[in-house]
């Protein structure tokens, strides 16, 4: 098979009639219908668990819909199979790379084809490559190797991948989320420009409403795995869309800010510890948290920021520097967290803040089962006790589960985020570190959460905040430090913070 050859020219509309899917008893779409017409970008919203990423996986052939038709230009298609769609001009660009990246970007689009050969004429590549790339409306350098590539360009790579391998419909599974704002706004309007040229049709799962009010011209809202509306970008506002998705007007309360800032409750200072690849070092010279203040870390994923995470919950060694908290070297232990009340919101709360085979009730009793009425620590653990604390949380916090018993694995992922969020902001707290706290929440779920930060803050916690979402950061800190690179690049406050100021050092461009 060539490369184009079997592909249609232009873009390609796809409609998808009626599709259900059932695992089981459950029912995870259910009748759903979407049009999107050549030449048009249409938005895919929906909360968490609302069925985006099984209906775009039904169309792409990844899920065999229980009930329903895709038609690819008018024409009925049976996607059995993911190759059917690739065949057929539909391709998928997905929220994390799949490029190679010890490869340069020349020999990622080679080897993705299915007619690549085992030995391969560069000079005829390169020369079929530069004349593609003259048609393309943004360039990468095919010479480098993907792992020197800025995230925005790898992900115009991504996109261009896709096109040479002829797909003229892309799904778009939250394209910016590794991207600074500035690349997020380039990218899209790249998109953009493509499909209003005639080139290509785009469906796009996105959760932010700024990117629909201005790349999208259509809009689709998915709540509980059922179609809850759509239409026009134009005819619509952010509080419409928000009232699709949740049914009703979300209810969003404002926390006023109180108090002053207090003594300093985190010190970091000449911290040196190896990156994840231990090719890099994470340096931070001086941070210090204050009571009373959040502090916001920016930046794009993969500059450190997890590995900051590790360091400060003992999961990463120190090469130098130390960590204190109220003036004590601090190594994280679970006397030296309870002692002090640091709690954590770690990134992906299944793997590092879980039991996963536990169930929710007991997760959610880590803090508190072995917690004595006196000094001394209770030895036998309280089923009464852990079942009317599972009770109180759940409820509290919304977690979606079939019983208190139930596996905490078998959770979704917001769910798991909720029940971590649950045990770790219940109590008194000194020093909160939290990471993406709000990701795959839906809209009701992030306020209540964010609510419940900023009022920890109120109480004269130090709050230590590492967030991937700029709107976040912006929304929540005091302070916002911006890391590049494993270190502290940047710093200001919230009130004199400059967005694409801000962009400009996360991409480490300023």
């Not at 996607?79 to 769609?85: C, E, G, Q, V």
Request: proline share 4%; glycine share 10%; with cysteine.
């Amino acid at each position: 098979m060539t490369r184009r050859a079997t592909t249609p020219r232009g873009a390609v509309g796809i409609e998808a009639v009626g599709m259900t899917m059932r695992f089981g008893d459950f029912t995870a779409l259910d009748n759903v219908s979407i049009n999107i017409p050549a030449g048009t970008f249409h938005a895919l919203l929906g909360e968490n668990g609302a069925g985006k990423s099984t209906l775009v996986k039904c169309i792409m052939g990844f899920y065999h819909a229980t009930s329903g038709d895709v038609l690819v230009a008018g024409q009925e298609a049976r996607m059995t199979d993911p190759r059917i769609a690739h065949d057929l001009g539909l391709g998928m660009v997905y929220q994390h790379f799949t490029l190679v990246p010890s490869l340069t970007a020349a020999e990622n689009l080679v080897i993705s084809r299915a007619d690549a050969p085992g030995v391969i004429n560069w000079a005829r590549e390169r020369a079929e490559l530069a004349a593609f790339m003259d048609g393309m409306p943004f360039k990468v350098p095919l010479d480098q190797p993907v792992k020197r590539l800025a995230a925005g360009e790898k992900q115009k790579l991504e996109i261009l991948k896709q096109l040479y391998l002829g797909r003229r419909f892309l799904i778009l599974d939250e394209p910016t989320s590794v991207l600074t704002p500035a690349e997020a706004t380039e990218v899209l309007g790249h998109v953009r420009a493509l499909t209003q040229a005639g080139e290509i049709s785009v469906l796009m799962i996105t959760h932010k409403f700024r990117e629909v009010t201005s790349f999208a011209d259509d809009v689709t809202v998915l709540r509980r795995g059922k179609h809850a509306g759509g239409g026009a970008v134009t005819d619509l506002t952010t509080a419409d869309m928000a009232r699709m998705m949740m049914g009703a007007d979300p209810e969003i309360s404002e926390v006023k800010r109180t108090g002053t800032r207090g003594d300093a409750i985190l010190k970091l200072d000449g911290i040196q510890a190896d990156d994840r690849s231990r090719l890099k070092e994470i340096r931070i010279d001086d941070i210090a948290v204050h009571g009373g203040e959040i502090l916001g870390i920016a930046g794009v994923s993969g500059n450190g920021q997890m590995e900051l995470m590790e360091i400060l919950t003992g999961q990463r060694p120190l090469k130098g520097g130390t960590v204190r908290v109220k003036g004590t070297p601090f190594t994280a232990t679970r006397a030296e967290a309870k002692a002090h009340k640091v709690r954590y919101l770690p990134e992906e709360p299944l793997q590092n803040a879980c039991a996963p085979k536990m169930s929710v009730a007991e997760n959610l009793a880590f803090r508190l089962f072995d917690v004595g009425t006196g000094p001394r620590p209770r030895f036998w653990k309280s089923n009464r006790r852990i079942a009317a604390n599972a009770d109180a949380m759940i409820a509290q916090f919304k977690v979606k589960t079939a019983s208190p018993q139930s596996p905490i694995a078998a959770l979704s992922g917001g769910n798991v985020q909720r029940a971590v969020l649950a045990r770790e902001l219940t109590g008194d707290v000194d020093l909160l570190i939290v990471s993406n706290p709000c990701f795959g929440l839906d809209f009701a779920a992030v306020a209540t959460i964010r609510e419940k930060i900023v009022e920890a803050r109120n109480r004269g916690a130090a709050v230590l905040l590492i967030s991937e979402d700029l709107d976040e950061i912006l929304e929540l800190s005091d302070r916002i430090l911006v890391m590049s690179e494993g270190h502290i690049a940047f710093e200001t406050t919230a009130a004199q913070a400059d967005v694409a100021e801000i962009g400009g050092y996360m991409a480490g461009h300023a």
